[in-house]
Nanobody
Framework: VKVVESGGGLVQPGGSLRLSCATS????????MSWHRQAPGKERELVAA????????NYADSVKGRFTISRDNTKNTVYLQMNSLKPEDTAVYYC????????WGQGTQVTVSS
């Protein structure tokens, strides 16, 4: 199983980033997927989730209206579009299955700062 997050970087407040999570080694289209984040000194938290066919999504209150999770089952990839970024969005972002999670990958660093 391989889960590789990418797309992070340094962005100014109010900016946007699109994260990608490329997967392999399991039947991606069968599973709900999620994005999580962990800020320094804080526990990992769920940011957004999407069901297997992409028909339903769920978001943490802190990102509702700003972040959009999506997936492409033909590419075994899940995305997180992040708009109107705030300094408090600074964290390492990870993706995983919603249930029966794999060991956490390296994640991708997102830093929101002027």
């Amino acid at each position: 199983v391989k889960v590789v997050e990418s797309g992070g970087g340094l962005v100014q407040p109010g900016g946007s980033l699109r994260l990608s999570c490329a997967t392999s080694g399991f039947t991606f289209s069968r599973y709900a997927m999620s994005w999580h984040r962990q800020a320094p000194g804080k526990e990992r938290e769920l940011v957004a989730a999407i069901i297997s066919n992409g028909g339903s999504t769920n978001y943490a209150d802190s990102v509702k209206g700003r972040f959009t999770i999506s997936r492409d089952n033909t590419k075994n990839t899940v995305y997180l579009q992040m708009n109107s970024l705030k300094p408090e969005d600074t964290a390492v972002y990870y993706c995983n299955k919603v249930a029966s999670q794999f060991p956490w990958g390296q994640g991708t660093q997102v830093t929101v700062s002027s």
